[in-house]
């Protein structure tokens, strides 16, 4: 050690790689949690899409083979899920009804880039066969 250095200037300048470690550490963490949670939130989006599309299909099904209106049945799922109807079809001879639905992932700052917009929305189309 060299002596004409103080062992208090030698603490400070510990006391500051150490605090200089920490802030970068806690800015990494912050960083990748915040990433951690906007790709969670669009991944969970598309199975959100695709659960609600088919309990929309599963309602126009019931709701045609019922005599109802499956085009209503299906917009009824769909708003409560959070999403929105793009398109029912029913096809009587093939005994199917297809629903198309379009959800919007929730996110903190990736909706606002205009490069990862189109990650955020997601359609989903699921077709199901009346029952017998």
Not at 12 to 34: P, V
Not at 38 to 56: D, P
Not at 85 to 113: E, G, Q, W, Y
Request: cysteine-free; charged content about 25%; proline content about 3%.
């Amino acid at each position: 050690m060299d002596p004409s250095i103080s062992h208090s200037t030698h603490l400070r300048q510990d006391t500051g790689q150490i605090a200089g470690w920490l802030i970068k550490l806690l800015l990494f963490i912050f960083i990748g949690g915040a990433l951690l949670i906007e790709t969670a939130g669009v991944l969970l989006n598309r199975g959100g899409a695709i659960e609600t599309a088919s309990e929309a299909a599963e309602a126009a099904v019931f709701a045609a083979k019922s005599g109802g209106d499956p085009d209503e049945a299906a917009l009824t799922v769909v708003k409560d899920k959070g999403g929105k109807l793009i398109s029912v079809a029913v096809d009587p001879n093939a005994r199917t009804a297809t629903v198309t639905v379009r959800k919007r992932a929730k996110t903190l700052f990736i909706h606002k880039i205009a490069y990862f917009k189109k990650f955020t929305v997601f359609e989903a189309t699921e077709t199901r066969k009346f029952p017998l």
